[in-house]
């Protein structure tokens, strides 16, 4: 033991050209306390006695080691026998001794000791019967003591086994700690027996090992580890993952459960290790390369140290171990015993592919393009109906399929009944329908007098920016019409531009008006089933909804997004469609413009007695004699009072429940008062309600004089019921006597203020008033707001710029989510610049108060 000590502490000395017999004298670190020949050899025997088979290998290794490279010479130092022990012993005592050798021991540079991870010493009992390092010549008697408690200890031991504590096999480990890799077995490794491993256990476990036996086995790790070969990128990958996951397997015997990390599983393993210990494996780490070198180094001289009867123990415990599987990977997973960290692991892996797996699905899958319906010659598009295929044509970006039949044509014995849906194929096309063009219009009265139309005129167009079936748009359908006599579409005609801008999905059908449309007779109504007249094109409207519900989805729409979007008379339909039960689930919401705030309140047999004079006009006294008639002699015999009516001050004269009234209590579509189905909406069906500031400009009104001064105004207003009421200095404080303060005052008594009544009423309706002027008479006239939504609306002004944007994006945020923005929810919109929550009610307040309102309220 004290010959390894001096050459591992040794300083360089200078190559020399033949071998030496004996130890070059240097000062020693560490050592074992000096003693006389014979103790020391006493001490030996006793210990080689005790010791096992690897105690008597390890010796004579050590003593081989005394090879050293220094300046790429080597120099080779024999190996002294036992006889010569004595003789090395003495000069070593001698070189003590010397005074410069002992101020060049003390003037020496002491390494640090690195401590490696996971070989912590703790306090306590783990080391209690270690003897502590001496270091210099002052504590030699102290070493000398401790080492003969070492040999008693080691006595005492070897009669009777101490058991390890509890603690004993208790390690430490640290999941961030890189470990090393696996080593490559050796022919010595594969040679060692099964007892010295098992010594080395006891040896550690119960801290009674010798320094000199730890140096070797730091060393002979050290060695392997040199000769591992390098691994690759996935067995670099596996460090960290080895170092968190810990793998328990069981042994070959069943017996306990071993440590196995990186593939490596030893047989034993003990607990944490000394710090003497530590420190001498850091010797034996600096002297691997000189243990390299000598010969024996690769187990071949070793061998030969090795006693038979060890040889024949080794031969047998060989013998004894089951033979390794075939399938070493099979048996290590079927015997690997997860803990609960494994699962969560596991676990949270798997979870962390998956998420990333949709990720990737819905990065890659969800951005493709679009399947769309082939074009042809770059123009045409195809898709189909429930009655057949049809054909669009590509406009401004978008597709317009146009004139498509939605019901069976109202003629002959159909006539002035309601709308039946096309459910024979007898009204179906054979192949491809051309709806690249526009059909004929309902016949109808226009304002300036010209009457144009068709009977057959139940089609309806749709503009859609893709015909495809993913991602459904939401759809808008436009019932416009000035009155119940005509001018319908009017304004509210769709845009292939706005479609394809606003990803919205357009549908305008046809529908019948004048008598045709609204027109209940006694006659009627006894020819029909179930039993009623009137409402006609209520019903054309009812069949274009369940139209777009069956094949919407063929254009590229969502049937469970749709909106109807009426204006002014059209306006007036769709609110009493909103109050029907035969509309439930045909659309979601609706957006009224300007509509009349007047409905039928009379009973069905009191509507069919004041239509009696239709009979008259038209020269019939059946149902049969009026389907025969022309088209031109049923709108002939139209009384002028039916016709439409501009809006102004209400008359002195003025009877407002004398006026003709084209909506019926029919009983089948109309079965109660909007009024009463308002008062108890249940909140399902969702309405925005507005108008314009200038809703009731005609140009009849404008006309009346060549330019209206105060005096002409003042002159106006008190003609009109409210002079004879006596409010008109009042009125005139309220607005300006200009033109534009008295259209702004006939449209508050005519239709702003009655739907303002009736928003609120419902509890799921907003409303809102248009205040941004414009055009040449600088007001805000009744189709500033629907001009606005469908982009045809002349912006020349920042502020009508912003406006413009302002009522699209209130429009197409209703109509894409079904809701108003929070802020401005439930409250009277002012919609200038901006849509904000400030429209000032005071004059309707002041109108409700004297009874203008909803007396003379606006009746289509």
Known sequence: MGETDDKDTAPPTAPTEKPTTETPAAPEPHHEPEADPKETEKLLATREEKTDDKETEKPADEKKRSSENVNGTEEIINIPDETSTETVKVEDEKAKTDKPNKVQAEEREVKPKKVPAGAFKLPGFFNKGKAKEADGADNELLEKQETDKDAKAAEAAEEKPKRPGFFANLRLRNPFAKKQAEPVPTEETKAKPEEEENDEVTAEATDKKPEDESAVEKKEEAQETEQAPKKGLLDALKVPLASIIPKRFKSATGEGEDDLELGKRPKNRAGLASMETLDDSLKDTETKDTVDNKPGANG????????????????????????????????????????????????????????????????????????????????????????????????????????????????????????????????????????????????????????????????LDVITPNVRYDNPLPVVVLIGAESFTGDSPGKLRPSTRYARARDVIFVRPNFRLNVFGFLAL???????????????????????????????????GNPESVTLF??????????????????????????????????????????????????????????????DKEDEDVLDAVPDTWRRIFPDLPSVEENATANHEWLVLDGHILQQHPADVWSTETGKLKYVIGTTAHESHSEKLHLKYTEWTPELVTKHVNESKIGELGLTEEALKRYNATYQGLVAMISDIRTVCPLMTISQKLLTSQFYVVTQTGGELGIANVDSDIQAILGRYEPKTPEQRRYVSAIQQLFYHYVSHGEIKSELRR??????????????????????????????????
């Not at 390794?324 to 960290?341: A, F, G, M, Q």
């Not at 409905?599 to 149902?623: D, V």
């Open 566 to 627: 009426g204006h002014r008379a059209g306006g007036t339909m769709v609110a009493a469609l909103a109050s029907s039960n035969k509309t439930s689930k045909l659309f979601a919401r609706s957006w009224i413009s300007s509509a009349a705030s007047i409905y039928p309140g009379n009973p069905l047999p009191e509507s069919e007695k004041a239509n009696t004079a239709y009979l008259g006009r038209i020269k019939c006294e059946n149902a049969e004699c009026l389907r």
């Open 522 to 556: 006694e006659q009627l109504t006894k020819s029909s089933h179930p039993p009623t007249s009137g409402n006609y094109g209520l019903s054309d409207i009812i069949a274009a909804l369940k139209w777009v519900q069956l094949n919407i989805a063929h254009f590229g």
């Open 300 to 459: 071949t001289d070793s061998e030969a140290l090795v006693k038979p009867e060890e040889k024949k123990d080794t031969e047998k415990d060989e013998a004894d171990e089951p033979a390794p599987s075939k399938y070493p990977c099979l048996e290590r997973i079927r015997n690997y015993r997860c803990t609960v960290d494994d699962i969560a692991i596991i676990t949270g892996i798997v979870v962390f592919l998956l998420l990333l797996a949709l990720i990737i699905a819905f990065t890659f899958i969800g951005k493709s393009d679009p399947v769309t319906a082939p074009i042809r010659d770059g123009k045409y598009i195809e898709t189909v109906t429930s009655c057949g295929k049809v054909e669009g044509v590509l406009e401004d970006g978008a597709f317009a399929f146009r004139g498509i039949p939605y019901a069976v044509p109202p003629v002959g014995p159909l006539r002035w009944k309601a709308a039946q849906p096309i459910d024979n194929i007898n009204y179906c096309w054979n192949e491809t329908l051309k709806a690249h063009n526009s059909t004929p219009v309902c016949w109808q009265f226009y304002a300036d007098g010209k009457v144009d139309g068709a009977e057959d005129c139940l089609t």
């Open 827 to 860: 409250k009277l919109l002012d919609i200038g610049q901006d849509a904000l929550p400030t429209y000032n009610s005071e004059n309707c307040d002041f109108w409700i108060k004297n009874d203008i309102v909803p007396r003379y309220a606006r009746l289509d």
